[in-house]
C-alpha cells in the first residue's frame, strides 16, 4: 500500500520536503496545491506532485498525511477550505513560519483530536548563497544534516511526536524538540527581522529627495541588502507572521534601533574608534556565525531516541494503513 502526502502550500521548504520524503520510497506519493498559480506552475516542474491540483480540497482527499507550508495569512482560511474533505484521522504537520498561533487555528477549526504537530527545518547551509525563492529554490538535500525543530505541545500525544521525529530523519535532518514559542522567537530573530531591516532600508533611500538619481547610483549592495522582502511569509495580508509575533517584533525592532542610535551617535560626536568598533564587531559576528553554520550541531534538547532512517521509513509507511 502507498502512503498518500498532500502538500499543502508549495514553498520551498513544501516542496523540498516531497522530494526528500519521496526519494526514499516509491510507496509515498504527493498531491500538491498552493493558493498562487505561479507556485503550483513551479512545483509542477519537479515531477514529484501526481497532480499539483488546482483545488486544495482535491489535494487532500484520501490523503493519509496533510503538509502544510502556506504562507501565514493563508494558514487559517486554507483549514476552513480543507474542513470539508479532510477526515478527522488524517496527520496534519505545519512546517509554516508560524507556530504557536496554528494550534489555535487549528483547534479553531477541527477541534482538539486531530492528530497535529508543528515542525521548522533548518537549511543546508550550501543554500545560503542562492537567490531563488519559493519552489523555484527546492531541492532534496534542503534538509541534509541540518537540525529540524518540533514545537512539541504539552498535549502532543506519542504518536504524533513519534510522526515528527520520523519526518526528520527522513528529511535528512536531526530532530530537536522545543515549543512552539520557543520555536516563534527563533524566526522572529533570524528570519521575519531581516525583513524588517529590508524594508526599512529600501523605505529609506526610496524617500530621499535625490533618490531619482541615486536609485541610478544604487547597484549590488543596495540589492542584496533588500533582498529578503523578495520571501515574505504572507501571500496578501503583509506583515502578519510579524503580528502574531508582536511581542518579540517590537523588542527586536527596538534592539535594531538601538544599534543604529549607536551609529548615529558615534557620527554625532565623530567618534572614529567608536565606529571601527561598531563595524568590527559585525564584521567578527558574521565570520562567527557563517563558520558555526557549517558545522553539524547537537543540544541538549535533541530528541533522546532518534530512530534509524530503515526504522523512521517503516514507521512512517504504516500511514497507509491507518
Known amino acids: 500500500m502507498t502512503v498518500q502526502v498532500a502538500s499543502i502550500g508549495l514553498s520551498q521548504i513544501g516542496v523540498s520536503a516531497a522530494l526528500a520524503l519521496g526519494g526514499q520510497s516509491k510507496e509515498i506519493l504527493f498531491k500538491g496545491w498552493d493558493p498562487d498559480l505561479d507556485a503550483r506552475v513551479a512545483a509542477d516542474r519537479f515531477k514529484v506532485f501526481n497532480p499539483v491540483c488546482k483545488k486544495a480540497q482535491d489535494a487532500v482527499r484520501g490523503a493519509n498525511l496533510v503538509v502544510l507550508s502556506l504562507p501565514s495569512d493563508e494558514f487559517l482560511p486554507t483549514l476552513k477550505v480543507l474542513d470539508v474533505a479532510m477526515s478527522r484521522d488524517v496527520a496534519l504537520v505545519n512546517m509554516s513560519p508560524m507556530h504557536a498561533q496554528t494550534y489555535t487555528f487549528v483547534e479553531e477549526v477541527f477541534g482538539e483530536k486531530i492528530p497535529f504537530i508543528s515542525i521548522f527545518p533548518t ?142 551617535d558615534s557620527l554625532k560626536d565623530d567618534d572614529p574608534q567608536k565606529l571601527s568598533d561598531l563595524f568590527n564587531r559585525a564584521l567578527d559576528s558574521r565570520e562567527d556565525w557563517l563558520l558555526e553554520r557549517q558545522r553539524s550541531e547537537t543540544t541538549s534538547r535533541m530528541a533522546t531516541s532518534i530512530p534509524e532512517k530503515e526504522e523512521a521509513l517503516k514507521r512512517f509507511l504504516k500511514l497507509a494503513i491507518r
Not at 524617500?207 to 549592495?221: F, H, T, Y
Not at 522582502?229 to 525592532?253: D, H, P, Q
Open 123 to 264: 537549511l543546508n547551509p550550501n543554500s545560503l548563497q542562492e537567490y531563488l525563492y519559493g519552489a523555484r529554490a527546492a531541492r532534496s538535500d534542503l534538509f541534509d544534516k541540518c537540525l529540524v525543530f518540533i514545537a512539541d505541545a504539552q498535549d502532543a500525544p506519542p504518536a504524533v511526536l513519534d510522526l515528527a521525529a520520523d519526518i526528520a530523519v527522513l528529511l535528512g535532518g536531526q530532530p530537536v524538540f522545543t515549543t512552539p514559542k520557543e520555536l516563534d522567537g527563533l524566526i522572529v530573530a533570524n528570519l521575519l527581522l531581516p525583513q524588517l531591516c529590508a524594508a526599512a532600508l529600501i523605505n529609506t533611500a526610496a524617500r530621499q529627495p535625490s533618490w531619482q538619481e541615486g536609485g541610478k547610483i544604487a547597484g549590488g549592495l543596495l540589492f542584496h541588502g533588500t533582498l529578503p522582502i523578495s520571501e515574505l511569509y504572507e501571500y496578501k495580508s503583509l506583515g502578519f507572521t510579524a503580528r502574531a509575533n508582536r511581542e518579540n517584533m517590537v523588542r527586536l525592532a527596538e534592539d535594531l534601533m538601538r544599534e543604529l542610535i549607536q551609529i548615529r
